[in-house]
């Protein structure tokens, strides 16, 4: 009976945490592989949540890190289910790493990699 009851609370504690914000899984990241430096691009994505939950309202964050400097940039809702876009300018040459919070608790994502080359004057 206390192995039962042991296991029935573990089950609501485990319930509890994936209802008070849980996990989502950022997927299809539309990305070009280069850029040129300081000139706006579109990112888009989905933020898939692990568990299912109501209704949302989300407003994911994109960060660009390179060489020790990071630019933030906030996306919004975009055409479809969970889809985002932001806005984004990577300011200098370089290779730059993409990560996306989706703000909906722990966010699962393998960063991408983006250059950007120098413009011609």
Request: glycine share 10%; aromatic share 6%.
């Amino acid at each position: 009976m206390r192995k039962l009851i042991g296991v029935l609370a573990g089950l609501m504690i485990l319930q509890g945490a994936a209802h008070a914000g849980g996990r989502a899984r950022i997927v299809g990241l539309q990305a070009p592989h280069q850029v040129a430096a300081g000139q706006s691009f579109q990112l888009s994505f989905g933020v898939e949540p692990l568990y299912p939950t109501r209704h949302r309202n989300l407003e994911p964050v994109v960060t660009a890190t390179s060489s020790g400097r990071t630019v933030t940039f906030v996306a919004g809702a975009a055409r479809g289910k969970d889809r985002y876009a932001a806005a984004v300018a990577l300011p200098e040459a370089g290779d730059w790493t993409i990560r996306v919070d989706s703000r909906f608790c722990q966010t699962l994502m393998d960063p991408v990699t983006i250059r950007a080359v120098a413009t011609k004057s």
